[in-house]
């Protein structure tokens, strides 16, 4: 699974508050197993970092401290095909979960990958902060074509999000049948977005 971050300017304000939102997929990867994670982020002008694959939540936890914002447009395009890259058939990726808050990309092009995706049986969660209107247009977009699931993060959305990770790692060592036999309400409102 990749657990990717939007680092850009624009988290800054609420980055010590999302970094422990965070730290709840390395709770939820430590409960997974067998279940190796990939931490991606970009900032910056050009950055965009990949970690190498983790089976540890310690080791995500200590690689997430050490990240910083840093002012620059979006580069989910880039993430994308990333994404795209790294999955074969001897070592699937089977989840991207995206947190992010912002697209000043065009959304075709992102939708194009998302299809991509979605062909090869590589989903995309989409993970919203904030409330701009055409973000939630495009991230929802992308979730539903990719064969994944939207949520939007509220400002006391801690547990909520420790849910849907959880609920992500389930389904990325397990497929439905995993989110079928949980039944948790954070199960079943992914479950609700994938396609049959």
């Known amino acids: 699974?990749?657990?990717?971050?939007?680092?850009?300017?624009?988290?800054?304000?609420?980055?010590?508050?999302?970094?422990?939102?965070?730290?709840?997929?390395?709770?939820?990867?430590?409960?997974?197993?067998?279940?190796?994670?990939?931490?991606?982020?970009?900032?910056?002008?050009?950055?965009?970092?990949?970690?190498?694959w983790l089976t540890s939540g310690q080791e995500l936890c200590d690689r997430m401290d050490r990240v910083a914002c840093e002012g620059g447009p979006t580069q989910i395009a880039r993430?994308?095909?990333?994404?795209?890259?790294?999955?074969?058939?001897?070592?699937?990726?089977?989840?991207?979960?995206?947190?992010?808050d912002a697209v000043e990309e065009q959304p075709d092009f992102l939708l194009g990958l998302a299809g991509q995706c979605r062909l090869k049986g590589q989903p995309i969660f989409t993970f919203q902060e904030g409330s701009d209107p055409a973000a939630t247009r495009i991230f929802s977009e992308i979730a539903r074509i990719s064969g994944?699931?939207?949520?939007?993060?509220?400002?006391?959305?801690?547990?909520?999000?420790?849910?849907?990770?959880?609920?992500?790692?389930?389904?990325a060592t397990g497929g439905r049948q995993a989110l079928t036999q949980s039944g948790t309400e954070s199960d079943r409102m992914l479950l609700s977005q994938l396609p049959k």
């Open 1 to 52: 699974m990749v657990f990717a971050l939007d680092a850009t300017a624009s988290r800054e304000a609420t980055w010590q508050t999302a970094r422990r939102h965070h730290r709840e997929l390395y709770n939820a990867t430590a409960e997974a197993s067998g279940l190796a994670v990939q931490l991606c982020y970009y900032r910056g002008i050009h950055e965009f970092h990949a970690s190498p």
């Open 79 to 100: 993430l994308f095909s990333h994404y795209l890259e790294i999955g074969t058939p001897a070592t699937p990726v089977r989840a991207l979960i995206f947190i992010g």
């Open 148 to 171: 994944g699931a939207y949520a939007a993060l509220g400002g006391h959305s801690g547990e909520t999000l420790q849910r849907l990770l959880a609920a992500v790692a389930r389904y």
